[in-house]
């Protein structure tokens, strides 16, 4: 079943299979070999302790299936900003995009300052959950990876090609 126009959930895990956060839905702009794109506008968020609450910007999201990441690109006023995930090559399961967090973030300002994010977190949960060392060359590699990516604006790191993204969701939006 083709998956561009649907809506689909997406479950956000931990190492151990706990469920760490869900958003409620984001609509499917591309589905290719390589990765998802999905955007979404005020969606609703639900924390594994219970708490519930809604995105403030609107974002377009690229899920890689292929590598450990996937962004988070938030609309803002004054431009676009980035927050990747590095996380497990994402899978779509029923209605659902599904992968793992593993805490490492990195985000790409506006103003293209880059920032490493939540490493004494990596650092705990490398503890807690027993990350082996395979998987933890594999996520400061994919972070090394990223960062490069970020300095040289390559996909999914491209404001024009978010653009185009996004002002295709509010097309489709807009028809619905």
Partial sequence: MPLVGRWLGIECFKHNGSLHRCWDRALVLENNSDYIVTATKRAKVIESNGRRWFTKEPAVTIFSKKEWWNVICMIKTDGICYYCNIASPSIVNKDYIKYIDYDLDTKLFTNNE??????????????????????????????????????????PFDDSKIKDYFDEFLEITKKK
């Fill in 114 to 155: 880059i920032r490493v994010l939540d490493e004494k977190e990596y650092a705990h949960h490398r503890a807690t959950y027993k990350y082996g060392d395979d998987l933890d060359m594999v996520l400061k590699y994919t972070t090394k990876i990223i960062i490069e990516r970020m300095k040289k604006r390559e996909f």
